[in-house]
């Protein structure tokens, strides 16, 4: 790969260790994927933030790397193990919290921006189309490639801090146009209405794609939250973090649809469906915001919730990021969710939290909250649009 005389430079430490050891990341990952050069990134999304997921080689390494590093461009994080401000009310110990806020303090010796979510494109971090970042949660990286026409390939934790550090990335992968063309058609003659429509749609297509990027027909224009939530599905069941779809996503207009085609219909949808729910009715467990929730489903939320109560021995959280929460604090939003008994999980979601035990039955609208509640925390699961979810969340029980 070649390297600047700057790259170089930084590479024999002339920048610090931190850098000199990031560049070694990037040099060695451009030399796996045969990357041409290093290119400059407009931003970076950090994963592997979560106390639960690093355990403390994790926050040893990054103790380390915040002793002479500093990120040369905007660099946000993913959601955290619990509610930086708020964590006793999510049920999190005093020793957990004081592990992951020594993370936090890292990271922010790093330069880094402590806002922790999934969902940086909403709160002030978006990129431009055809833009090269380094971004690393997996729903993340399909929403800018897919939905804004980005680039980004899916980032592990320690690439990311690399890329971060030095402000750019090997090009390869997703950043090349030869890699970005779609491999399969998929038709879909089902009604897709509701945002668990699109995330069994998801499922749908992901679980067949054999990691190729669909070319996705049949569908119209719809809104931001459900290419999010259809997004983080299509990945978690085996596509690539990259989805064409005509008429909606930006470079579908640039490809012609794949010879190999599969459509999906309706009794596909109901056959997702029949795979994302299980058999335990009794819910003790509401989790919505998976990705984290936006403005506008907050407002659904505390719309339903007005004068309503979560039932007692049920536990309702709204996952989202801090300056979505002070939005919805302004708007008297997070009031009426917390009268009723529900809580903001703000800076962290059900996924990387450390809830493993604590519930029986959760009910999303979620399909890859499904997966993980499943296989990480050992859920029984539901999805369904937001009126069912916080019906069961009112009444206790999932109703279809
Ligand atoms: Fe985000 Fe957590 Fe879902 S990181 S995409 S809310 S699993």
């Known amino acids: 790969m070649h390297l600047t005389k700057e790259d170089e430079r930084i590479l024999a430490g002339e920048q610090g260790n931190a850098a000199a050891k990031s560049m070694k990341i990037l040099v060695a990952l451009g030399e796996i994927f045969k990357a ?5 990134v407009g931003s970076v999304q950090i994963a ?3 106390f639960a997921n690093l355990g403390d080689a994790g926050l040893e390494y990054l103790a380390e790397l915040a002793i002479d590093g500093q990120v040369k461009v905007t660099s946000t994080l993913n959601p955290a193990g619990m509610d930086l401000r708020e964590w006793e009310k999510l049920g999190i110990t005093s020793e957990f919290a004081e592990k992951q806020n020594k993370v936090i303090e890292a990271f922010a010796k790093m330069g880094v921006i402590t806002t922790c979510t999934c969902t940086p494109y909403l709160i002030g971090n978006l990129p431009a189309y055809g833009e090269h970042v380094a971004w690393a949660e997996s729903s993340a990286v399909t929403f800018v490639n897919s939905v804004i026409g980005a680039r980004s390939n899916r980032e592990g934790g320690p690439s990311a801090i690399a890329a971060a550090m030095i402000g750019k990335t090997p090009s390869y992968g997703f950043h090349l146009d030869e890699n970005r063309k779609p491999q399969f058609h998929v038709e879909v003659k089902a009604k897709i209405e509701s945002i668990a429509d699109w995330g069994a749609l998801g499922y749908a297509i992901g679980s067949q794609s054999d990691r190729r990027i669909p070319y996705i027909t049949g569908l119209s224009t719809t809104t931001t939250d459900n290419l999010k939530s259809f997004g983080a599905s299509i990945i978690t069941y085996g596509s690539p973090p990259l989805y064409h779809i005509k008429g909606v996503t930006p470079e579908a207009s640039l490809h012609k649809p794949p010879k190999e085609k599969v459509t999906v219909t309706k009794e596909d949808l ?8 299980d058999e335990a009715t009794e819910v003790d467990f509401v989790s919505l915001g998976c990705p984290h929730a936006s ?8 719309t339903y919730l007005k004068g309503k109560k979560v039932k007692e021995g049920v536990e309702l959280w709204i996952a989202t990021a801090r300056p979505t929460k002070d939005i919805a604090d302004e708007r008297g939003y997070t009031k009426i969710i917390e009268d009723a008994g529900g809580k903001m999980a703000v800076d962290t979601c059900m996924v990387v939290a450390p809830i493993k035990g604590r519930f029986k039955t959760m009910a999303t609208t979620s399909a890859k909250a499904c997966f993980y509640a499943r296989g990480k925390n050992k859920m029984q699961v539901h999805i369904g649009d937001f009126t069912e979810c916080l019906n069961a969340a009112v009444d206790g029980v999932w109703k279809k």
Do not use: F, Q
Request: aromatic residues 4%; hydrophobic residues 40%; charged residues 35%.
């Open 36 to 40: 041409e050069e290093l290119i400059p």
């Open 48 to 50: 592997g933030v979560s």
């Open 270 to 277: 109901d056959e997702a469906y029949k795979s994302l729910n």
């Open 295 to 302: 403005m506008r489903e907050i407002a659904e939320v505390a």
